[in-house]
C-alpha cells in the first residue's frame, strides 16, 4: 500500500526558512501529480503549490509566490517545498497529496488519491 510522508516542518522564527519533504513509498511517483495543502487552526485547507506529472505545471497560491518553491526528484520518489521568508500566517499543518493525473487544479476540494498525515509549521518568535 502507498503512502505519502511528509518531513521538514517544525518552529522558526519569522524571516525564516524550512524545506519541506514528502516522500511516496509503494508507488512511482512518475505517475502523479503532487500538491501541497496546509491548514491553520481555525481556516479552511487551502492548496499552496501544486506541480504537474511531468514537473512543466507549477502553480502557487497568491500568498506564497516569489517565497516558495516546488520540486521533485522522481529518482527519489520525493517532493520538496522550499518555503523561504516564511511569516507568522505561513503556520499551519501542511499535507502533501497526490492523484493519478497529469495536473491538479490547486484548490482545496480538487480529487487526490492519496493524502500524507502532515507536518507542523509553526512560524513565530
Known amino acids: 500500500q502507498g503512502q505519502l510522508v511528509e518531513s521538514g516542518g517544525g518552529l522558526v522564527e519569522p524571516g525564516g526558512s524550512l524545506r519541506l519533504s514528502c516522500e511516496v513509498t509503494g508507488r512511482t511517483l512518475d505517475d502523479y501529480a503532487i500538491g501541497w495543502f496546509r491548514q491553520a487552526p481555525g481556516r479552511e485547507r487551502e492548496g499552496v503549490s501544486c506541480?504537474?506529472?511531468?514537473?512543466?505545471?507549477?502553480d502557487y497560491a497568491d500568498s506564497v509566490k516569489g517565497r516558495f518553491a516546488i520540486s521533485r526528484d522522481n529518482a527519489k520518489n520525493t517532493v520538496h517545498l522550499q518555503m523561504n521568508n516564511l511569516r507568522p500566517a505561513d503556520s499551519g499543518v501542511y499535507y502533501c497529496?497526490?492523484?493519478?493525473?497529469?495536473?491538479?487544479?490547486?484548490?482545496?476540494?480538487?480529487?487526490?488519491?492519496?493524502w500524507g498525515k502532515g507536518t507542523r509549521v509553526t512560524v513565530s518568535q
Open positions: 506541480i504537474s506529472r511531468d514537473g512543466g505545471r507549477i
Open positions: 497529496a497526490a492523484v493519478r493525473s497529469l495536473y491538479i487544479i490547486c484548490q482545496d476540494g480538487f480529487p487526490m488519491d492519496y
